[in-house]
T-cell receptor, first 117, second 109 residues
Framework: DTGVSQDPRHKITKRGQNVTFRCDPI?????LYWYRQTLGQGPEFLTY????????KSRLLSDRFSAERPKGSFSTLEIQRTEQGDSAMYLC???????????????FGSGTQLSVL | RKEVEQDPGPFNVPEGATVAFNCTYS??????FFWYRQDCRKEPKLLMS???SGNEDGRFTAQLNRASQYISLLIRDSKLSDSATYLC??????????FGKGTMLLVSP
């Protein structure tokens, strides 16, 4: 499978616990994005990387959220001290870089569904 | 005004019908426009890009109206398998895509 993969698919946790999600982008894509989606809403941008550099973060990304992409390949998104409001689908997407053409065409992974009890 | 707005629907249409959705955007500097399809509990998938001249892909036609700041998606000869949520997405310069909330389409036999 050469698409974007995310792990785990589902995560149930108790309020106050920390969780970490992983995303493996399409191998030749150097841009990686994290979005969050709740029921009835469109995906909301959280942050993105170009290679290993985190270039933009949304105001939605509180200090409890941190994302890394240490070697410009896979990425992790960690949520510390989870709250019930963090319950959502966390989507990862990747794209080629702007110098390679149409970088806005995002390819999404299947997402990680987080439930905070 | 929200950056990207869509009528959430649902649009209920019979098989074979033609249906159209609009999506308005607030930033006149927006440069790139897309339609994504999202099935229930699945990830969004790129349906088509929207070009200034309009573009067609089989039964699907996308158009851009810069003067009125909206994009449209027309689906002809609707199939049951077209039932999904259709998300529009807009990009300004090198920034990230901003998505609308989506429009739900239900095609019935």
């Amino acid at each position: 499978d050469t698409g974007v993969s995310q792990d785990p698919r589902h995560k149930i946790t108790k309020r106050g616990q920390n969780v970490t999600f992983r995303c493996d982008p399409i191998s030749e894509h150097n841009r990686l994005y994290w979005y969050r989606q709740t029921l009835g809403q469109g995906p909301e941008f959280l942050t993105y990387f170009q290679n290993e550099a985190q270039l933009e973060k949304s105001r939605l990304l509180s200090d409890r959220f941190s994302a890394e992409r240490p070697k410009g390949s896979f990425s992790t998104l960690e949520i510390q001290r989870t709250e019930q409001g963090d319950s959502a689908m966390y989507l990862c997407a990747s794209s080629i870089g702007p110098e390679q053409g149409s970088f806005e065409k995002l390819f999404f992974g299947s997402g990680t569904q987080l439930s905070v009890l | 005004r929200k950056e990207v707005e869509q009528d959430p629907g649902p649009f209920n249409v019979p098989e074979g019908a033609t249906v159209a959705f609009n999506c308005t955007y607030s930033n006149s500097a927006s440069q790139s426009f897309f339609w994504y399809r999202q099935d229930c509990r699945k990830e969004p998938k790129l349906l088509m890009s929207v070009y200034s001249s309009g573009n067609e892909d089989g039964r699907f036609t996308a158009q851009l109206n810069r003067a009125s700041q909206y994009i449209s998606l027309l689906i002809r000869d609707s199939k049951l398998s077209d039932s999904a949520t259709y998300l529009c997405a807009v990009n300004v310069g090198y920034s990230t895509l901003t998505f609308g909330k989506g429009t739900m389409l239900l095609v019935s036999p």
